[in-house]
């Protein structure tokens, strides 16, 4: 385990456990954000208030947020602690939520964590008027969530076929089972070559590029494996980036495959295809693949790809 310091550990803004005093962290673990940020994007500082502790429902487990990351005024990380009967695999979803009117109010969430973590780790979209994002972008530190007891999803090695590349491709906080997923080593051993795209609208919206771009150098667990596997493909799609095109044409001009082993296009026989996103992405998408002569697949029935949304709506 890699053994970091907690970043902004000056600024009284800092959102994470233990300001003054390193720990065992995860290395894809944001930095606590810093005061000076806090207050450029209105984010409420910390240490203000007492923990929001919320009552115990026998539908779900309580769980303790440990630190926030906000990434921009549309998107934020934290995590929880994993309560210790939780288990999950890789690239599985959640409910989270918060207490409601009547009974809380729980919205699916990603893991974006591996399954051996000691922290379970969201990456959360701001929707202003969103009836659970408009107070969860305000949690702190102490605060508890509920959580729901039964992970599920199809985002999991169970549900494809083995190939030879894994290509995860994603839009938006669609990337939150692929952060899970690029962190298990099982991934590694499955496939020679693990890729992930990140689609976004702004330059900000690119959370984890850092991580990413060095290949995972800092993981425990991956390090080596990801340094000779893991290809990392950004594109920002509204503002000034080095690559700007959307997943769809990157794949047609085969600009997508550029540095990665094997031919330029995709191939049902070795290629298998994990997507995540909008609506209008999966569904442009999965069209695509049928024609190709992909398969969609489902833990009953492991097939050459596979889909889940990150939204409805
Ligand atoms: C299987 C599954 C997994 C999900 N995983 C995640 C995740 O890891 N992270 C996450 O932030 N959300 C995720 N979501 C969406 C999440 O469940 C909620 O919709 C989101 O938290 C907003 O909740 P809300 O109550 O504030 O607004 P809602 O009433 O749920 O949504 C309002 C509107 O906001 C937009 N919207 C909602 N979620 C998103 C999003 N993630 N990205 C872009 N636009 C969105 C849509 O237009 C939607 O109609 C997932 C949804 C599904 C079905
Ligand atoms: N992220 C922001 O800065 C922002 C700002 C204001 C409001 N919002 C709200 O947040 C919601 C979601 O925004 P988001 O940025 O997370 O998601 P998004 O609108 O789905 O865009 C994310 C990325 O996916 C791409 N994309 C969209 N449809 C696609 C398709 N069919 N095929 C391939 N690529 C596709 C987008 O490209 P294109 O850019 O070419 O569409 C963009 O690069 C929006 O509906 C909006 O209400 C977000």
Redesign the pocket.
Known sequence: MALLGSGCRDEPGMTGRGAAKKRYVDPLRPAPYCAAFAKSTGTPMTDTRAPALIPENPAFLNAKVLWVRHWNEHLFSFAVERPASFRFRSGE?VMIGLPGDKKPLM????IASPHYAEELE????K?QD?????RLQLIEPGDELYMGKKPTGTLVLDALLPGKRLFMLST??GL?PFLSLMRDPDVYNAYDRVVVAHSVRRVSDLAYHDEMEARLAEDPLVADEAGAQFHYVPTVTREAFRNGKRLGAMIEDASLFTGIDGAAALDPETDRVMLCGSTEMIRDFAKSLEEQGFVEGSNANPGSFVI??????
């Open positions: 979803f919205r699916a969430y990603s969201f990456l959360s979209i929707v969103g009836p659970l994002t408009s938006g906080t939150a889940e949304r990150a939204f409805v709506g």
